[in-house]
């Protein structure tokens, strides 16, 4: 009995944590798909909020946004909000929990990689110097921004595809449409 009391215990001591390191917050689910950019403030009147908002509502900046995969969390007032639509109170607090703040002026903008860590961090006065060029400018340098862009722009050249033979060119043979297999049948019980 007493063994088997030991390795429940050791059991639980090690699986404990790693149980707890499963987030519940919402930036769990952006890891490798999208780059938070997360603003705290006191109050929607707050001049960070209020100089970011207005940088996000113009038409160039929203195509940078969507360029760069980024998803806006704002907490104003305790109350959190995901791209404009509301998020409850409980992701809310996930998402601060997450985070690790500790007692700081406000307000906070953060910006977090694709891989889940924090790229650029402001508080306080360094925040109301933030902007949406600043927040570009360290994506564009990141690794795995330059992937992408090479990506996109090898997806944007046409791929180069074989010149198709002429009529009657020796050694071409006209090749004929495959038949349709037969479809599966169910077996006999």
Do not use: C, H
């Amino acid at each position: 009995m007493l063994i088997r009391s030991l390795t429940l215990t050791f059991l639980l001591a090690v699986a404990g944590p790693v149980f707890a390191a499963d987030s519940d917050s919402p930036l769990a689910g952006d890891i490798g798909r999208a780059r938070p950019l997360i603003v705290i403030a006191q109050s929607t009147v707050d001049p960070v909020w209020v100089s970011l908002k207005k940088s996000l509502e113009d038409p160039a900046n929203k195509k940078g946004v969507a360029d760069r995969n980024i998803k806006v969390y704002t907490i104003l007032s305790m109350s959190g909000q995901l791209d404009g639509k509301d998020m409850g109170q409980q992701d809310t607090m996930a998402l601060l929990r997450s985070l690790k703040l500790g007692a700081g002026a406000y307000p906070k903008v953060f910006l977090v990689g694709k891989d889940g860590e924090t790229k650029l961090s402001a508080s306080g006065d360094e925040a109301k110097a933030m902007d949406l060029a600043k927040i570009f400018e360290t994506i564009d340098a990141m690794p795995m921004a330059e992937k992408e862009a090479a990506a996109a722009a090898a997806a944007q050249t046409p791929a180069a595809t074989e010149p198709e033979p002429a009529k009657g060119a020796k050694g071409t043979k006209p090749s004929k449409p495959a038949k349709p297999g037969k479809p599966p049948q169910m077996p006999d019980d």
